[in-house]
């Protein structure tokens, strides 16, 4: 293993939060198991206060979950220069087989974990803990997908060696080339550009109606949702070009050097946060009809929406920007 601080801190982290985490999912298995809100014995009083305390030990875990996805990427990239063949992350997550699948499940561990925090939010506006069975068997579902991406995380850093030669952006995503990266890079890039820029402004269109008239909360969830992967391809396959002026350029980490100005950070960040919030909305549209959440989960699901609004209002803003700003023209 390479001893770098950010490896250090993200190994540890890795096992520290795969223990707290199994030991929510266990209360989460008991609270499921014996949780009977009409009844007024000890046991089910013991179990109310370990709901909140399970609910405010996941909320910190989950939350620095969330943070670490960064963090990740920003060590593999900050590790390139210890790799010969490595210009970015790209070759850093190449030079061991656990790399790729780790960045993957820690994309789809934010959008979990994520939705999570959301539905325990929901939960805590009601006076009688209307969603408290639906989160813990969402908890003991996600579990196994969180522990996965931890002891990978793991293992990737572990498996690294600074002997290893490993593969530049340009081969591992350029058009002639094989595998995902390459596949994504040949999209066309007017079909990819123009599915993500359609979806982009379908979601805030219905963030903006469901804001104001509390209507198109599916809509808003459903086009969020095909936002993000939508997104991610065409970053690759036609805005990665724009930002470097060059049309055989794809990387999509690149975007995260200095020399770029550090683009892709609140460029990823947007998406992946506009597409979280605005889902969240969609994941809630069915307990609108619950008594206890009657007047008040519509007003947390319209202030998810204004935060989704906002947030791929800056995502368009910064692609708008970097296509305007570019010399590159792709026809």
């Keep these: 293993m390479i001893l770098h601080p950010s490896v250090l801190a993200l190994v540890g982290s890795a096992l520290l939060i795969g223990a707290l985490l199994l030991y929510s999912a266990y209360w989460g298995a008991r609270i499921l198991e014996r949780w009977d809100l009409s009844s007024g014995s000890e046991v089910q009083l013991g179990l109310e206060r370990r709901t909140h305390l399970v609910s405010t030990l996941l909320g910190y875990v989950l939350v620095f979950g969330i943070a670490s996805l960064f963090l990740f990427v920003f060590t593999a990239d900050s590790l390139a220069p210890l790799f010969t063949g490595a210009m970015c992350a790209a070759g850093s997550l190449k030079a061991s087989p656990y790399g790729y699948p780790v960045l993957l499940l820690q994309i789809g561990g934010f959008s979990l974990a994520g939705i999570w925090l959301i539905v325990n939010r929901a939960d805590s506006l009601g006076h009688d803990y209307p969603l408290v069975r639906f989160k813990y068997r969402f908890l003991l579902a996600i579990t196994p997908v969180l522990l996965l991406e931890m002891m990978l995380r793991a293992a990737y850093f572990?498996?690294?060696?600074?002997?290893?030669?490993?593969?530049?952006?340009?081969?591992?995503?350029?058009?002639?080339?094989?595998?995902?990266?390459?596949?994504?890079?040949?999209?066309?890039?007017?079909?990819?550009?123009?599915?993500?820029?359609?979806?982009?402004?379908?979601?805030?269109?219905?963030?903006?109606?469901f804001r104001l008239v509390g209507r198109g909360g599916w809509a808003l969830g459903v086009l969020s949702a095909l936002l993000l992967p939508v997104g991610l391809a065409a970053v690759v396959s036609w805005l990665s070009p724009y930002v470097y002026e060059l049309p055989t350029h794809h990387c999509p980490f690149c975007l995260l050097q200095r020399e770029y100005r550090w683009i892709?950070?609140?460029?990823?960040?947007?998406?992946?946060?506009?597409?979280?919030?605005?889902?969240?909305?969609?994941?809630?549209?069915?307990?609108?009809?619950i008594p206890s959440l009657a007047g008040t989960l519509p007003a947390y699901q319209r202030r998810l929406a204004g935060w989704s609004v906002g947030l791929l209002a800056v995502l368009a803003a910064l692609v708008a920007a970097i296509v305007a700003g570019s010399q590159l023209r792709i026809s």
């Design 264 to 289: 892709g950070y609140p460029l990823y960040g947007a998406l992946l946060a506009g597409s979280l919030t605005g889902t969240g909305v969609g994941v809630l549209m069915p307990f609108r009809s």
């Design 158 to 209: 572990l498996d690294l060696k600074p002997e290893v030669i490993t593969s530049c952006c340009g081969s591992l995503f350029g058009t002639g080339g094989r595998g995902v990266g390459s596949d994504l890079a040949g999209l066309s890039p007017p079909l990819a550009g123009g599915a993500f820029v359609i979806l982009l402004a379908g979601a805030v269109a219905a963030g903006l109606l």
